[in-house]
């Protein structure tokens, strides 16, 4: 399979999956595999009609959905994170990244679950 | 009958609506952002030997030319003096193009146009004219045109009454896919009127009401029907209101509009419904409404009391007639909205 059969593939069942799970017809309106000129790469995947209570109430098994949308498109899932519109309950995207080493510092430092008011941080993997 | 079409403002796209349909009785399209800007989002922003260029090619054709600058807030800007000579000079300019029309939305425009300019003076959407006496305030004001608001395009009491209110023309705009009473309209025009307007630019995170907007009508696609757009094949409910139809869309492709416009004209689409709504794409290839499934529906509207929780017509018919698009492998089939 090529690349981009891969990610329309996966954007299909990452889709089908969450509007299960949620209920009512979530909205992937597109995958991206990315890479970034520090280093950085890895996946995005814009989201419409998903909320961040979703997010709260569904966490771990949204995590779990990502993890695995990752391991298919062969990018670790070591930080993955959702991408919100600041003070609002829309969440724009879902995102997994490996990140370069400066990046990975810059998220290392902190500690909560939302180090700037538009991310909302599902699994950061420390590294030794 | 007279149809408006949206002209994203190049010549290439011009010149594909003008060979593409015979249909067509005037095109609109923005201006330079610097002076006015408009409250929707544009894809450009023609200078004037550009605007003159298309609308000698438009004239060419019989097509009128009408300018949008409908900006719903201009932050004061009209009321200083730099501002006003600013506009005025603006508004020579589109003069002496030939421009048929201007579209605005600050009640200020409207009396200076009408006053200093020979120009068709229109109203736009944005001014919100949802009753007779808004209607008539414009008229006086100078309106040559009303653009009604198309909150009330499914009340036919208003329609009826501003129709027998004001002499001047009236035009309505078919394809609105916004919320019915949308409570993000003011807010997110004027948002737009400054993204689109003269500066100072803003550096927004995203797009609040879009999200918002988007994500209301995922989780009740009710709002989708409710939506006050008019179908093609229910013009004839109109006629006695007026014959000037506008469609919206000025940021889509040449293809797009004309599949309107022969919609519009022939009054008669079999597909999809939401090919034809000016509504984010983002919505578009999620949903399929059977347009030839929404027959006599316009019946319950006209008589409907618009309180949806006594009603739930509009609700009934999403579930009956609304198709989700779902993945499979690589490819999308139709599911219904509830499996
Ligand atoms: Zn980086
Ligand atoms: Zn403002």
């Known amino acids: 399979m090529t690349i981009t059969d891969t990610l329309a593939k996966n954007r299909g069942e990452l889709e089908n999956k969450l509007r299960n799970l949620l209920a009512k017809p979530v909205f992937l309106i597109e995958m991206d595999a990315f890479a970034l000129p520090c280093g950085c790469k890895g996946l995005t995947i814009n989201t419409r009609g998903l909320q961040f209570d979703d997010l709260e109430i569904f966490e771990e098994h949204i995590n779990e ?20 519109v600041p003070g609002t309950a829309e969440v724009a995207s879902l995102n997994s990244r490996v990140l370069c080493n400066r990046c990975y510092m810059d998220f290392a430092r902190g500690t909560g679950k939302q180090p700037r008011p538009d991310i909302y941080i599902l699994n950061f993997s420390r590294r030794e | 009958m007279k149809l408006y079409a949206p002209h994203v403002g190049h010549l290439e796209a011009l010149e594909e609506l003008l060979t593409g349909s015979k249909d067509i009785y005037g095109i609109y399209m923005a201006g330079t952002p610097d002076y006015v ?32 600058l409908n900006s719903s807030c201009m932050g004061g800007q009209h009321l200083t003096p730099e501002g006003y000579n600013r506009v005025n000079w603006y508004f020579t300019q589109l003069h002496n193009i030939g421009v048929d029309a201007v579209t605005v939305a600050e009640p200020y425009f409207i009396e200076m146009l009408s006053k200093d ?55 309505l705009l078919v394809n609105e896919g916004c919320l019915y009473q949308c409570p993000f309209r003011y807010a997110h025009f004027n948002f737009f009127s400054h993204a689109n307007g003269p500066g100072p630019k803003l550096n927004v995170l995203d797009d609040y009401y879009y999200y918002k907007c988007l994500s209301l009508r995922i989780s009740d696609p009710q709002q989708l029907i409710k939506s006050p757009w008019i179908r093609p094949e229910d013009l004839k409910e109109y006629r006695h209101i007026t014959d000037t139809f506008k469609i919206g869309g000025r940021t889509h492709f040449p293809n797009w509009i004309l599949n309107n416009v022969q ?69 999308n089939i139709l599911k219904p909205l509830k499996s």
């Not at chain 1, 990752?70 to 919100?84: C, G, K, T, Y």
């Not at chain 2, 023609?46 to 030319?65: F, N, S, W």
């Open chain 1, 65 to 84: 959905y990502l993890k695995k949308t990752s391991e298919n498109l062969e990018v670790e899932p070591s930080f993955l994170f959702a991408r919100l």
């Open chain 2, 117 to 171: 300019f020979d120009m068709e003076v229109v109203v736009s959407v944005l001014s919100f004219v949802d009753s007779p006496q808004k209607a008539e305030f414009y008229e006086q004001l100078g309106a040559d045109t009303i653009v009604i608001d198309p909150v009330i395009n499914r009340d036919f009491e208003k329609l009826e009454a501003i129709r027998d209110s004001v002499s001047c023309d009236l035009k």
């Open chain 2, 263 to 331: 919609a519009y004209a022939n009054e008669s689409y079999d597909g999809n419904l939401m090919d034809l709504l000016d509504c984010p794409r983002d919505i578009r290839d999620l949903f399929y409404i059977s347009n030839k499934e929404l027959e006599g529906a316009i019946n319950q509207w006209k008589q409907c009391g618009k309180v949806c929780n006594k009603c739930g017509y509009c609700k009934k018919l999403a579930e009956k007639i609304i198709k989700v698009y779902t993945a499979e492998g690589c490819g």
């Open chain 2, 37 to 68: 800007g408009t409250g929707r989002t544009n894809l450009s922003s023609p200078g004037l030997e550009e605007i003159a260029e298309q609308t000698a090619r438009a004239h060419e054709e019989d097509v009128k030319m009408e300018v949008v």
